[in-house]
């Protein structure tokens, strides 16, 4: 069955990088991606990687992809006050759904 | 990318009323959804928005309590009917492009009193 995983919360200081992880269990996912909430928003889509990637960049996101532990990281670099927001990880599987599966959100704390 | 306007962004509403939510896509897109974030909570999908036929409902989502419309490529309609209290939540329209990016409108922010 499908089940994302994230931590649920994480605090940094302002300049740091920020790294927030995410588990899933279904092994045939084919995109797995990174959005930001922010408060009475909705939901920002920063980054998706394909299953058979192991790294993206984009500017400060990095993704990283480890299939054989179907573990997704996010790091931020530089983090700014204004990166504070829910983080969700979200998965599409299995090959022909459409549809995402979400974790729990993990909200990222930027201390000045 | 694609722009996703939804409308009312937010409504307070009655016990025992139905409220339809708009999602207007600025492109024609095969793929709609429509979530559910109740609060403090994650996303949850209600259903697969189908041009030309009926929504497809996840487990525990039924057609008579959030019949979902979708005439035409670039617009889709969701219904609550008989809300309860337990029907407060965030109700987010989703379109996937052909890129493989999903994105989401702003969400209606439903509350029912």
């Known amino acids: 069955g499908e089940d994302v995983e994230q931590s649920l919360f994480l605090s940094v200081r302002e300049g740091d990088s920020s790294v927030i992880n995410c588990t899933y269990t279904?092994?045939?996912?084919?995109?797995l991606y990174w959005y930001k909430q922010e408060p009475g928003a909705g939901l920002q889509l920063l980054t998706y990687i394909f299953s058979n990637m192991d790294m993206k960049q984009d500017q400060r996101l990095t993704v990283l992809l480890n299939k054989k532990d179907k573990h997704l990281s996010l790091r931020i670099a530089d983090t700014q006050t204004g990166d504070s927001a829910i983080y969700f990880c979200?998965?599409?599987?299995?090959?022909?759904?459409?549809?995402?599966?979400f974790g729990s959100g993990t909200r990222l704390q930027v201390q000045p | 990318s694609a722009v996703i306007s939804q409308k009312p962004s937010r409504d307070i509403c009655q016990r025992g009323t139905s409220l339809t939510i708009q999602c207007q896509v600025d492109s024609q897109v095969t793929m709609m959804f429509w979530y559910r974030q109740q609060p403090g909570q994650s996303l949850t999908l209600i259903a697969t928005?189908?041009?030309?036929?009926?929504?497809?409902?996840e487990s525990g989502f039924v057609i008579d309590k959030f019949p979902i419309s979708r005439p035409n490529l670039t617009f889709s309609t969701l219904t609550v009917s008989n809300m309860s209290p337990e029907d407060s939540s965030i109700y987010l329209c989703?379109?996937?492009?052909?890129?493989?990016?999903?994105?989401f409108g702003e969400g209606s922010r439903l509350t029912v009193l």
């Open positions: 989703s379109v996937q492009t052909g890129t493989g990016e999903l994105f």
């Open positions: 928005a189908n041009q030309g036929s009926e929504a497809t409902y």
């Open positions: 279904d092994s045939s996912s084919t995109y």
């Open positions: 979200a998965e599409m599987a299995p090959p022909g759904r459409r549809a995402l599966t």
